[in-house]
């Protein structure tokens, strides 16, 4: 006796394993036991179990005749009184049902001669030559025979079910010296003509290619396919094979079968792919994109309605295929807002990658061993990498220094609070990847957001779900029916709206805010396209809205600005991503919720909020509420140096950001795209992606032995969140009176405690109550754009009260510039220059500049100019010494570490008062 377990399509199982149906379909699967011969007239036992529990009530059928339901030992007893094979198929509402093929019913001996069988001439299958790519097809068609048919029936109009054995191959790659094999299975009630396979690369014209055929019995189905078929009848049956050849690395291929019956009646298969990539290639990637196959899903709906309705024809159970069409179906109606082709063949290209969804991630860690792994828009609870060994993932990139890249949704928040309370609120977005309790600060407790760079979000998300905990506990003490169920109203509201907001309108025009390797070879400005149903109103691109709590308050006053103007737009998308996820999961927060996220109401409260020790006070609503919180958790939060931006784009919504953890032993780089930029299809959005591969893999640890220390000073120093958040320090001025200025007697004022050492000014007339202000400013000013060529080292302001530009013969410049920061980031000191930006212009001017002096901490610089305003010192990167080897650091530069490593702290202290000497 062979028990068979039926296991669904292929494709069922692919979009069963995405996530998408959990919520919706059954999970438990029937199984049918029954002899594998037995003779007309005998009683045949038929068993029918799941999980090794036997069904009551299971009904069962052969050769598509019901033939009664299974008895409370899950039993049914039949006799058959017809010889031939059997097809028996087990179903029950609730169970995905089974299919027993083995069955085969031989007549009672007698001593009679059975009678010759007619015999039909043989058909062909038409079969082409193997080509060489790219394939064009000279010669004839070869004509091959294949085994009898049955006589063609006037009366068929049923054309064959065609079912590819896989949809794509393991990871959804093949090397680029590799062809790949592709088997389908073709079955007919009348007979095969002819089958076919094409295949396609890059979306360019079918073409044909050699298939050959082989005669496949019932009892091997499992074993050609990987799957077993449900199907009462099946006159023709075959496995059809062929090898689609090796292709370049950065190829997309598509592959699927034409068949025709010999009546005339043609179908084809749905479509197959893969990815071509340089399997050769040194550096590994693993792209974990949980949402491709679902878009193939997509992909193939049209030809899965199709087979839902050969189903019905073949009287075969359509069940599990009528939920498939569902999925794809509802994948359809939102390809234009959710569902985008990623275009991974532009990193194939390069890279040895593999592509795996949130179930296969573990496996594929141990087995592939990358050097970089990117997160690719993991927005959905179901996907959810914290619930698939997130903690794995991240123990991996510390004791590898492997690099990490995150796009898009994948920093999402959002919760659905459907009663007031946080213990019973249902997760929507992957609140795991980001962290909601303190102990992500503990050791094997780190998130994706914490490795991204932003150690803040956990604390936030805490702080607001506790803030919401206290809204709806002060519910409870409420005596008045109409304010007890406004405060629960509140708390579900507070605790429904998410921190980050996805899929926020933006117009994809981004400008670089810092030159960095990641943005290497892209001009100061340009633009990103993403597909969307935001194209049709004018916006080219979407976004995450929500990390930009790291900036300095002015910028973040323009994003709140600029995202309140953005709902309009978000409206209609944002109903559609409420509908989808209801859809797919089940649970939905309505489309309020989420535009709430974007006017940054909550947020604001929490960046704003105190901390007194370890308690934290929030004000929501006009109310107070007080958080106890863990001080270990806020220590370990000051122990990270904060995430840089380094792109931002034009309306502020949009971004790029990244992060170096060099001061860490087990340290690693990541790069986080507040876009989707692997559904945008041009050059650009290919540059990125290779410079953020090639400069998260390439970490350096820098040893900071005072870095723990310093951070526990500016700790408690710290008295509210907005110093822990803001990523730059205070502007530090230096003020200087000169009572007067005479044409004949330049004047030389000495100046300390900012970068600018000395200015000499020679007037062309006198001038009298002059006072000469220098600001070292955090960061480049708001309003000013553009940025100055090479690395920047600082910026500073200089005005002068009193002076102006036309009465300045010549200003002479004395600036400094740290040993240490020129060794860090191996700038060449010849290369050390002074920018002063034209407002006028819009753009920055190099002044001439040379070196005067060096003491043993600085270089000494100066330049001239004919005015004051912005300016901003810069140097160039060293050329690569020859065969690439790296310029060795030398060592020492220990006392210089800690003052850096102060300054780099200082990023995350309470802004100071500026600094008047």
Same mark, same amino acid.
């Not at 999980?51 to 052969?62: C, I, K, M, Q, R």
């Not at 914290?386 to 991996?396: Q, V």
């Not at 094997?444 to 490795?451: N, R």
């Given at each position: 006796?062979?028990?068979? @377990?039926?296991?669904?399509?292929?494709?069922?199982?692919?979009?069963?394993?995405?996530?998408?149906?959990?919520?919706?379909?059954?999970?438990?699967?029937?199984?049918?036991?029954?002899?594998?011969?037995?003779?007309?007239?005998?009683?045949?036992?038929?068993?029918?179990?799941?999980?090794?529990?036997?069904?009551?009530?299971?009904?069962?059928?052969?050769?598509?005749?019901?033939?009664?339901?299974?008895?409370?030992?899950?039993?049914?007893?039949?006799?058959?009184?017809?010889?031939?094979?059997?097809?028996?198929?087990?179903?029950?509402?609730?169970?995905?049902?089974?299919?027993?093929?083995?069955?085969?019913?031989?007549? &009672?001996?007698?001593?009679?001669?059975?009678?010759?069988?007619?015999?039909?001439?043989?058909?062909?299958?038409?079969?082409?030559?193997?080509?060489?790519?790219?394939?064009?097809?000279?010669?004839?068609?070869?004509?091959?025979?294949?085994?009898?048919?049955?006589?063609?029936?006037?009366?068929?109009?049923?054309?064959?079910?065609?079912?590819?054995?896989?949809?794509?191959?393991?990871?959804?790659?093949?090397?680029?010296?590799?062809?790949?094999?592709?088997?389908?299975?073709?079955?007919?009630?009348?007979?095969?003509?002819?089958?076919?396979?094409?295949?396609?690369?890059?979306?360019?014209?079918?073409?044909?290619?050699?298939?050959?055929?082989?005669?496949?019995?019932?009892?091997?189905?499992?074993?050609?396919?990987?799957?077993?078929?449900?199907?009462?009848?099946?006159?023709?049956?075959?496995?059809?094979?062929?090898?689609?050849?090796?292709?370049?690395?950065?190829?997309?291929?598509?592959?699927?079968?034409?068949?025709?019956?010999?009546?005339?009646?043609?179908?084809?298969?749905?479509?197959?792919?893969?990815?071509?990539?340089?399997?050769?290639?040194?550096?590994? @990637?693993?792209?974990?994109?949980?949402?491709?196959?679902?878009?193939?899903?997509?992909?193939?709906?049209?030809?899965?309605?199709?087979?839902?309705?050969?189903?019905?024809?073949? $009287?075969?159970?359509?069940?599990?295929?009528?939920?498939?069409?569902?999925?794809?179906?509802?994948?359809?109606?939102? $390809?234009?807002?959710?569902?985008?082709?990623?275009?991974?063949?532009?990193?194939?290209?390069?890279?040895?990658?593999?592509?795996?969804?949130?179930?296969?991630?573990?496996?594929?860690?141990?087995?592939?061993?990358?050097?970089?792994?990117?997160?690719?828009?993991?927005?959905?609870?179901?996907?959810?990498?914290?619930?698939?060994?997130?903690?794995?993932?991240?123990?991996?990139?510390?004791?590898?220094?492997?690099?990490?890249?995150?796009?898009?949704?994948?920093?999402?928040?959002?919760?659905?609070?459907?009663?007031?309370?946080?213990?019973?609120?249902?997760?929507?977005?992957?609140?795991?990847?980001?962290?909601?309790?303190?102990?992500?600060?503990?050791?094997?407790? $780190?998130?994706?957001?914490?490795?991204?760079?932003?150690?803040?979000?956990?604390?936030?998300?805490?702080?607001?779900?506790?803030?919401?905990?206290?809204?709806?506990?002060?519910?409870?003490?409420?005596?008045?029916?109409?304010?007890?169920?406004?405060?629960?109203?509140?708390?579900?509201?507070?605790?429904?709206?998410?921190?980050?907001?996805?899929?926020?309108?933006?117009?994809?025009?981004?400008?670089?805010?810092?030159?960095?390797?990641?943005?290497?070879?892209?001009?100061?400005?340009?633009?990103?396209?993403?597909?969307?149903?935001?194209?049709?109103?004018?916006?080219?691109?979407?976004?995450?809205?929500?990390?930009?709590?790291?900036?300095?308050?002015?910028?973040?006053?323009?994003?709140?600005?600029?995202?309140?103007?953005?709902?309009?737009?978000?409206?209609?998308?944002?109903?559609?991503?409420?509908?989808?996820?209801?859809?797919?999961?089940?649970?939905?927060?309505?489309?309020?919720?989420?535009?709430?996220?974007?006017?940054?109401?909550?947020?604001?409260?929490?960046?704003?909020?105190?901390?007194?020790?370890?308690?934290?006070? &929030?004000?929501?609503?006009?109310?107070?509420?007080?958080?106890?919180?863990?001080?270990?958790?806020?220590?370990?939060?000051?122990?990270?140096?904060?995430?840089?931006?380094?792109?931002?784009?034009?309306?502020?919504?949009?971004?790029?950001?990244?992060?170096?953890?060099?001061?860490?032993?087990?340290?690693?780089?990541?790069?986080?795209?507040?876009?989707?930029?692997? %559904?945008?299809?041009?050059?650009?959005?290919?540059?990125?992606?290779?410079?953020?591969?090639?400069?998260?893999?390439?970490?350096?640890?820098?040893?900071?032995?005072?870095?723990?220390?310093?951070?526990?000073?500016?700790?408690?120093?710290?008295?509210?969140?907005?110093?822990?958040?803001?990523?730059?320090?205070?502007?530090?001025?230096?003020?200087?009176?000169?009572?007067?200025?005479?044409?004949?007697?330049?004047?030389?004022?000495?100046?300390?405690? @900012?970068?600018?050492?000395?200015?000499?000014?020679?007037?062309?007339?006198?001038?009298?109550?002059?006072?000469?202000?220098?600001?070292?400013?955090?960061?480049?000013?708001?309003?000013?754009?553009?940025?100055?060529?090479?690395?920047?080292?600082?910026?500073?302001?200089?005005?002068?009260?009193?002076?102006?530009?036309?009465?300045?013969?010549?200003?002479?410049?004395?600036?400094?510039?740290?040993?240490?920061?020129?060794?860090?980031?191996?700038?060449?000191?010849?290369?050390?220059?002074?920018?002063?930006?034209?407002?006028?212009?819009?753009?920055?001017?190099?002044? %001439?500049?040379?070196?005067?002096?060096?003491?043993?901490?600085?270089?000494?610089?100066?330049?001239?100019?004919?005015?004051?305003?912005?300016?901003?010192?810069?140097?160039?990167?060293?050329?690569?010494?020859?065969?690439?080897?790296?310029?060795?650091?030398?060592?020492?530069?220990?006392?210089?570490?800690?003052?850096?490593?102060?300054?780099?702290?200082?990023?995350?202290?309470?802004?100071?008062?500026?600094?008047?000497?």
């Amino acid at each position: 006796m062979r028990t068979v @377990v039926i296991a669904s399509l292929f494709c069922i199982l692919l979009c069963l394993s995405s996530g998408l149906t959990s919520a919706q379909f059954p999970t438990k699967k029937l199984e049918i036991s029954a002899p594998d011969v037995a003779t007309v007239g005998e009683e045949v036992t038929i068993t029918v179990t799941a999980d090794g529990t036997l069904v009551e009530g299971a009904d069962v059928s052969a050769n598509g005749i019901g033939i009664g339901k299974t008895d409370s030992n899950g039993q049914l007893k039949y006799t058959f009184t017809e010889a031939g094979p059997v097809v028996l198929i087990a179903e029950k509402p609730g169970y995905l049902p089974a299919a027993e093929f083995t069955l085969r019913i031989e007549p &009672v001996p007698t001593p009679t001669v059975p009678p010759t069988p007619t015999v039909t001439p043989s058909p062909t299958i038409t079969i082409f030559p193997t080509p060489s790519p790219p394939l064009i097809i000279t010669s004839p068609p070869v004509t091959l025979p294949i085994p009898a048919l049955p006589t063609p029936s006037i009366t068929d109009e049923i054309p064959p079910l065609v079912i590819l054995k896989e949809l794509h191959p393991k990871y959804f790659v093949v090397g680029d010296d590799e062809k790949y094999k592709a088997e389908a299975l073709v079955i007919d009630n009348v007979g095969v003509k002819s089958a076919l396979f094409l295949y396609r690369i890059n979306g360019g014209e079918w073409r044909e290619i050699e298939t050959r055929f082989e005669e496949i019995p019932l009892s091997e189905i499992k074993s050609a396919l990987g799957v077993e078929l449900p199907k009462a009848k099946i006159p023709h049956l075959g496995l059809y094979i062929s090898e689609i050849p090796s292709q370049t690395a950065g190829t997309f291929v598509e592959f699927k079968v034409r068949a025709e019956d010999v009546n005339g009646n043609a179908v084809e298969s749905p479509i197959g792919m893969y990815f071509v990539t340089d399997d050769e290639s040194e550096t590994k @990637v693993m792209v974990i994109d949980p949402s491709l196959k679902v878009w193939l899903c997509k992909e193939n709906a049209l030809h899965f309605k199709k087979q839902v309705e050969q189903c019905a024809k073949y $009287e075969i159970p359509a069940g599990i295929w009528q939920k498939y069409e569902e999925i794809a179906d509802t994948a359809e109606r939102y $390809e234009n807002y959710v569902i985008q082709r990623h275009w991974w063949e532009m990193i194939a290209e390069n890279y040895n990658i593999i592509i795996v969804d949130h179930e296969e991630m573990e496996d594929a860690l141990k087995l592939f061993e990358p050097d970089v792994l990117i997160i690719s828009n993991v927005w959905l609870d179901q996907w959810d990498l914290a619930d698939h060994g997130m903690e794995k993932l991240m123990k991996y990139i510390r004791e590898n220094h492997a690099g990490l890249i995150a796009t898009h949704g994948s920093l999402f928040d959002e919760v659905a609070w459907t009663e007031c309370k946080r213990a019973r609120a249902t997760e929507v977005g992957p609140r795991g990847q980001i962290g909601d309790k303190l102990e992500v600060y503990s050791p094997g407790g $780190e998130t994706v957001s914490i490795s991204l760079g932003f150690p803040l979000m956990p604390l936030a998300e805490y702080v607001r779900d506790q803030a919401a905990d206290e809204i709806c506990e002060a519910a409870k003490e409420e005596t008045d029916p109409r304010i007890k169920a406004a405060l629960e109203a509140t708390g579900r509201t507070v605790g429904s709206t998410p921190l980050s907001a996805p899929y926020v309108p933006f117009s994809g025009n981004l400008i670089v805010e810092e030159r960095h390797p990641v943005v290497e070879g892209l001009p100061e400005r340009f633009k990103i396209e993403v597909p969307s149903f935001y194209n049709e109103i004018g916006a080219d691109a979407y976004t995450l809205v929500g990390w930009q709590y790291i900036l300095p308050i002015d910028i973040r006053k323009v994003t709140q600005e600029r995202a309140e103007i953005a709902k309009d737009k978000a409206e209609q998308f944002y109903e559609k991503i409420s509908e989808y996820q209801s859809e797919v999961t089940g649970t939905s927060v309505p489309k309020e919720r989420l535009l709430d996220g974007l006017d940054g109401k909550i947020l604001n409260a929490i960046t704003e909020a105190n901390i007194d020790g370890q308690k934290v006070t &929030v004000t929501l609503e006009g109310k107070e509420y007080t958080i106890q919180l863990d001080k270990r958790a806020l220590e370990e939060i000051t122990k990270r140096l904060p995430v840089k931006t380094i792109v931002l784009s034009d309306d502020f919504l949009g971004g790029i950001l990244v992060y170096d953890e060099w001061f860490r032993p087990d340290g690693h780089r990541a790069v986080y795209f507040s876009f989707e930029l692997e %559904a945008a299809k041009d050059e650009k959005a290919k540059q990125l992606l290779i410079n953020s591969i090639e400069w998260t893999k390439g970490f350096e640890f820098t040893a900071l032995e005072d870095l723990e220390k310093l951070a526990k000073q500016t700790l408690e120093q710290s008295k509210d969140f907005r110093g822990l958040i803001t990523e730059y320090p205070p502007p530090i001025e230096v003020s200087k009176s000169l009572p007067e200025i005479k044409p004949e007697e330049p004047v030389s004022v000495k100046i300390e405690k @900012v970068d600018v050492s000395k200015i000499e000014i020679k007037v062309k007339n006198k001038v009298t109550n002059v006072n000469i202000s220098i600001q070292k400013l955090p960061r480049k000013p708001v309003e000013i754009r553009a940025i100055p060529p090479g690395k920047t080292y600082s910026y500073f302001n200089i005005s002068a009260e009193n002076l102006e530009d036309k009465d300045i013969e010549k200003a002479t410049i004395q600036f400094k510039v740290e040993k240490f920061w020129l060794d860090k980031n191996n700038i060449d000191v010849d290369t050390i220059k002074l920018n002063r930006y034209s407002e006028s212009e819009g753009k920055w001017r190099a002044l %001439a500049t040379v070196r005067v002096d060096e003491d043993g901490m600085y270089f000494y610089f100066e330049a001239e100019s004919s005015g004051f305003s912005t300016f901003a010192i810069t140097g160039e990167e060293k050329a690569a010494p020859p065969g690439g080897a790296k310029t060795p650091k030398p060592p020492g530069f220990e006392a210089v570490f800690a003052i850096a490593s102060l300054l780099a702290v200082a990023y995350l202290v309470l802004r100071r008062k500026p600094q008047i000497i």
